[in-house]
């Protein structure tokens, strides 16, 4: 028996299905998941000693690669010093600073701790702003696990949300609308329908909870043009895109301003950091200001902090996203024609340092498109990649991530294993 399968059996004794988080266990693809004892630069190993490129980067944080030195001297420092205070410090103001620098659109933050708080939180703030309860989302996009974000559409068109969750009561369900991303009809109909009621629309401006799927940019400015003639607050889940696809954000990409910005993975650097922010007349409704309750004991955490900041400082080095999106399309384009050599129907798309891989002949536009991708056909490349020694996400429906430590010879040694992987699809 391997390391990882006694170790994944003892993990289910204590732990529901043996992980943290649910995609961790390989339900979507099958398998053992793998169990890591470290990590650095492009790699990690499991409890085997085996050695993985890995493409998931903690699902985003490691942008600057595992155990960059900087980062743990950062970490080793400031743990030196004491962990938690429970009390203002001078990092926060600094990290503060550093996001709204870096993301015009925010003129205020919170610090919080993870990507789940900081969106159910703004939604909060924006529901206390307005004075509205209802809030729109799309499908295929995720937003964390607040009650009112385990939501999908109802029957037909207009109707309010269902819970995907047992344990959601469909009285707070039913507060959330679910549209489909990049049709824009649909929001227009929505907002004339109800548009004095809608507290907020809250969007992945480049979707990677689903895979990777662009908005479209007539998507994002309608968006923009309803909330602002109706009163609602537009949120960017920039969760996973922020500090990923370029140094501003989607955001920046589209040259559209939310009124609020919704962060985490990234300025975290690998430790639990998230933020909120936008509009200083919207966050000033915030306690201790405002009437708007939001706290956290760990908010800020001084190492946290420290790892982000220097994350932060690490990705504003001259050419670091040209450089990062660069390997990413040098890694898409070998990937897909990988696959058009063996005639395998397939497509590859990236945004900075985020990719999706679609098998399907053309690069999804939607979420239907999306769904209808062969997924054994993933399930059987995943598996094939992982015994070459290259770690994808475990799920055709998640994006994929790329570190500055992603070098030229990493990615030959990636695109060789995809060719071995490709032809043993259609053996
Ligand atoms: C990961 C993610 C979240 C949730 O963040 P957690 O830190 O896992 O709670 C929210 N929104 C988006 C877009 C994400 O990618």
Not at 127 to 133: A, E, L
Request: proline residues 4%; contains cysteine.
């Amino acid at each position: 028996m391997s390391q990882n399968d006694s170790l994944f059996a003892r993990a289910q004794r204590s732990t529901p299905g043996g992980v943290n988080s649910p995609v961790r266990a390989f339900r979507s693809v099958g398998g053992t998941p793998r169990f890591i004892t470290r990590a650095e630069g492009p790699y990690f190993w499991d409890a085997d000693g085996k050695r993985y490129i890995d493409y998931i980067g903690s699902w985003g944080p490691a942008i600057v690669g595992h155990a960059h030195p900087e980062v743990i001297k950062a970490v080793q420092a400031a743990a030196a010093n004491g962990l938690s205070f429970g009390a203002p410090t001078e990092g926060e103001i600094l990290m503060a600073e550093e996001i709204c620098k870096l993301v015009p659109s925010i003129e205020m933050v919170r610090l919080v701790s993870s990507g789940t708080e900081a969106a159910m939180s703004a939604l909060r703030l924006a529901r206390g702003v307005t004075g509205r309860d209802m809030v729109i989302k799309f499908e295929g996009c995720y937003h964390g696990h607040a009650d009112s974000m385990l939501v999908k559409a109802g029957s037909g068109l207009l109707t309010f949300g269902n819970p995907t969750s047992a344990g959601v009561p469909a009285d707070f369900a039913k507060h959330t609308m679910v549209l489909d991303y990049n049709d824009c009809a649909q929001l227009e109909e929505t907002f004339s329908n109800m548009g004095d009621r809608i507290a907020a629309v809250i969007v992945e401006p480049v979707a990677g909870n689903m895979n990777l799927l662009r908005a479209t940019s007539e998507f994002l400015q309608t968006m923009r043009r309803l909330c602002t003639q109706h009163g609602a607050v537009l949120m960017f889940d920039e969760v996973m895109s922020g500090f990923r696809v370029a140094l501003g954000g989607a955001q920046s990409l589209y040259g559209i301003q939310p009124d609020m910005t919704v962060l985490g993975k990234v300025i975290g650097g690998g430790l639990p950091v998230a933020a909120f922010g936008g509009r200083a007349d919207m966050m000033k409704h915030l306690a201790p200001l405002g009437p708007v309750y939001q706290a956290g004991t760990l908010s800020g955490n001084p190492v946290a902090v420290a790892a982000g900041m220097s994350t932060l400082k690490i990705i504003q080095q001259p050419s670091f996203y040209e450089k990062l999106g660069t390997q990413t399309r040098k890694l898409m384009e070998g990937m897909a024609m990988a696959a058009r050599e063996v005639g395998v129907a397939f497509s590859a798309d990236s945004v900075g340092g985020m990719f999706g891989i679609y098998f399907s002949e053309h690069v999804p536009e939607n979420y239907a498109q999306i769904m209808a991708g062969n997924k054994e056909r993933f399930n059987q490349f995943f598996h094939a990649m992982l015994d070459a020694g290259v770690y994808l996400a475990p799920s055709a429906f998640e994006a994929g991530f790329v570190s500055a430590m992603h070098s030229d010879a990493v990615i030959d040694e990636t695109l060789a294993a995809a060719r071995g992987s490709f032809a043993k699809l259609t053996a």
